[in-house]
């Protein structure tokens, strides 16, 4: 069945590559390297990032590799030491884009550790930009992914015999502040009795002035079988215009998704408005939707222009991201509607 589909979509590959030929969006001018990313996990990410861009390389393979390390760290609750879904199994998400508007994802992926990478495979080798479930796991296993072992980490493990106390469905912020909430967007027990974010977002532009991001996570713990959030949808959890900027958001999905929060970022840099204060309107869109409700709910968003600049805006305290340039490396703070 695969091998009939492959023909179909390699037939398809062909025009969709012609087509996907966006290089006219590609500038050219020589340009100090950066790279952010969201939560503290960044700073680690960043490093993997910085080894390419240092070098002259993609700003596409930096935001790959980059989140690389935060799927495969166990310290870490983006990949598949993560917390689960409600009926006990971790399902990922994620999406890449690059500088000439490439882009792919993929979504209720199981048992695989790289789900930034599948995303990729889905940009350069089919002619979709979103594959998930069950074609999403096929498609990884045929392009030689490893299907992992079907395990809860030991954080994870814990975490979620304690949820099943009360199985209490609801959604706390997902500052550390809520640590001991464990609803669907609380921070993650990690084994070595810490708490961690559920996911990365990066941006980077590289010596060429091209930006590229990546957006990877397990989601909501706790979630409803199926529950997809905005990570993996380009326009929501991620999106990319080199001529303008990128950005990438965090925190609880469906709240982005209705916004259609890192595209709605983009476009208000497009009219002028700084990566900051691009952040902060489209925060206070979210605050005004939801009126008393966004007390109880957090949503960041991280944001690079084309000429370098980065910013953030949230709407709770407690949000922060990564900076690596040629003469820094550091976590910021990012600024808050509610203090
Ligand atoms: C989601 N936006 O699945 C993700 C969750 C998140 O830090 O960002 N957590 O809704």
Same mark, same amino acid.
């Given at each position: ?16 590559? &012609? ?68 009926? /006990? ?21 199981? =048992? ?7 995303? =990729? ?61 464990? /609803? ?22 590289? &010596? ?10 397990? /989601? ?15 326009? &929501? ?23 259609? /929060? ?5 476009? &208000? ?54 900076? =690596? ?15």
């Amino acid at each position: 069945m695969y091998n009939r589909r492959k023909f179909i979509q390699t037939t398809a590959l062909g025009i969709s590559a &012609a087509l996907a030929n966006n290089t006219h969006a590609a500038t050219t001018s020589a340009r100090s390297p950066i790279v952010i990313s969201t939560w503290d996990a960044g700073l680690e990410a960043n490093k993997a990032a910085w080894t390419i861009l240092s070098n002259k390389g993609r700003a596409l393979d930096a935001v790959e590799k980059g989140v690389m390390v935060t799927e495969d760290s166990l310290n870490c609750c983006v990949g598949l030491g993560a917390n689960p879904d409600r009926d /006990g199994y971790v399902t990922l998400d994620a999406c890449i884009m690059d500088e000439a508007f490439n882009c792919g994802a993929v979504a209720f992926l199981e =048992r695989i550790k790289h789900p930034v990478s599948v995303a =990729r495979k889905v940009m350069e080798k089919t002619p979709h930009v979103m594959l998930v479930g069950e074609g999403a796991q096929q498609f990884a296993l045929a392009e030689g992914f490893l299907l992992e072992p079907q395990q809860l980490s030991e954080g994870a493990r814990e975490a979620y015999a304690e949820w099943l106390k009360k199985s209490n469905y609801h959604s706390p912020r997902i500052n550390v502040e809520n640590k001991k909430e464990h /609803g669907p967007f609380a921070p993650a027990k990690l084994s070595n009795g810490e708490w961690n974010h559920d996911t990365i977002g990066m941006l980077a532009m590289d &010596a060429m002035g091209n930006l590229s991001g990546s957006c990877t996570t397990s /989601g909501a713990g706790f979630k409803m079988r199926g529950r997809v959030g905005d990570s993996p949808i380009i326009g &929501a959890g991620l999106y990319v215009d080199n001529q303008v900027g990128a950005c990438v958001a965090t925190g609880q999905g469906e709240d982005v998704i209705r916004v259609a /929060g890192a595209s709605a970022v983009v476009e &208000a840099m497009r009219s002028g408005k700084s990566p900051e204060a691009a952040c902060r309107s489209v925060i206070e869109r979210v605050i005004r939707i939801k009126k008393e409700a966004a007390k109880n709910i957090q949503v960041a968003f991280l944001a690079i222009d084309k000429n370098g600049n980065t910013g953030a805006f949230a709407i709770h305290p407690g949000f922060n991201y990564a900076l =690596r340039t040629n003469s820094e490396e550091k976590l910021i703070t990012g600024k808050s509607f509610f203090k």
